[in-house]
């Protein structure tokens, strides 16, 4: 009888139960939370670069003559779109013109970036053939403004064990006010 009552005692116990259950469940709940967290920040960055490349090469494509001066001041202007993330230490953006002319292919006219970092451009070089985006075709007399954009992603909890990535974010507008093929001193 006395084995009889003490496992009754020992099943109806719930003393630990609730210790047990948080020793099975804190891991999971622990990795949805850094996961989410590692998660929204990427999406956040590549949001992030998205906007400054569409908003650089916007600002570019509204001018009606570009200076070695404005493009300073526009590249000042792109670090608060990309903040609270640091595009100087940790990216780089990058501005080119490309126009066709006189039945050529389209090339590269000039080329300026700002920021941290030795990504080649998608483009091309200043005075090659240009690498254009698949579908866009310039016709002779045509001029665009590609903004390329790079940034490296280091997780914010994970770092260490999760490896980081480059991403990169391109845009392309036409000039509004005429060609933008030379960038004056």
């Known amino acids: 009888m006395r ?3 003490c496992c009754r005692r020992l099943v109806a116990d719930r003393g630990g139960a609730v210790a047990i259950e948080l020793a099975l469940v804190l891991p999971m ?5 850094v996961g989410s967290v590692e ?3 990427y999406v956040l960055i590549h949001q ?5 490349s569409a908003t650089l090469s916007d600002l570019v494509a509204q001018s009606s003559r570009m200076t070695e001066g404005l493009m300073r001041n526009l590249f000042a202007s792109v670090d608060a779109v990309m903040q609270p993330y640091d595009l100087a230490a940790d990216g780089v953006v ?22 941290d970092g030795d990504q080649a451009s998608e483009v091309g070089q200043p005075g090659e053939d240009a690498t254009l985006p698949e579908g866009l075709v310039l016709r002779d007399g045509d001029n665009v403004i590609v903004c390329e ?3 490296v992603y280091r997780p914010v909890l994970l770092n ?18 005429g060609r933008l093929d030379v960038i004056h001193p």
């Open 3 to 5: 084995a009889r009552d």
């Open 29 to 33: 709940v622990l990795t949805l939370l």
């Open 39 to 41: 998660t929204v920040n």
């Open 48 to 52: 992030k670069l998205e906007r400054t």
């Open 94 to 115: 990058r501005v080119t013109s490309v126009s066709a002319r006189d039945g050529n292919e389209a090339r590269v006219d000039w080329q300026r970036s700002s920021g």
């Open 149 to 151: 954009a790079w940034f």
């Open 160 to 177: 260490g064990v999760l490896p980081g990535a480059e991403l990169y974010r391109s845009a392309v507008f036409r000039p509004r006010f």
